[in-house]
């Protein structure tokens, strides 16, 4: 069992070892300064958007975890987290949702149209719209949502607690996120927008729960984005089970 008091002094001594400031630490890790601070005097974790910390603290040790220079956790465009680890973050927080019994989705978001963007603007402007495509996704989710980059144009989210007409709604309200207003990229303003498809991993509101493995609830969370794209895109579609 995680002992929070054990934790905070290997970090303390960790820290003062490396002669880093907390700040130092926090940049490090994905959190902030005040949340080291709360760790290194045995504070409970806070309920925190930055789920690398949340997954390594239960997995490896203090010295494994502050030596990451080796792994990217987030993606180097964006500022959010990459594939590599949004996977294995979202075993954990799909195991805890089985625990407690929470329904648990997951969204796969693609950019409509995204290769023309590139190919009539360039792929410096492509980048400034990830970018803020990112920031808007970003600031709509909750954070207890794990948010990731999936590669190129396309993002991926995990929700838990929550429910079919939640999570629908979360849905329709980052898709509006995209397309509500133009995107500011200096020297042009371009109207984008998104396709998302939704699946179920955990469902306890059925007859028979549903618990979907995560390759399976990505692969319907695809098939469910590619029929958003082919009804017209910018659009939210519900994988059916």
Known sequence: MFNQAAFGEKLKSHRKLKNLTQEEVAAKIGVSGQAVSKWEKGECLPDCYNLK?????????????????????????????????????????????????????????????????????????????LVEFAARIKSRIRRSDLFARFGGEEFIVLMTDTDDAGVNTAAERLRLSICERKFDCGEVSLDVSVSIGISKIIDFGMEKAIHNSMEKAIANADSAMYAAKKDGRNRVAYFEQ
């Open 53 to 129: 910390m949340l997954g390594n603290v239960y997995q490896v040790s203090v010295d494994s975890l502050l030596d990451v220079e080796e792994i990217t956790a987030v993606d180097a465009l964006t500022g959010v987290f990459n594939k590599r680890h949004f996977m294995d973050f979202a075993n954990i927080l799909i195991e805890r949702a089985r625990r407690h019994q929470e329904n648990c989705y997951l969204l796969i978001l693609d950019m409509d149209k995204f290769k023309s963007i590139n190919d009539t603007h360039g792929h410096d402007i492509g980048d400034k719209v």
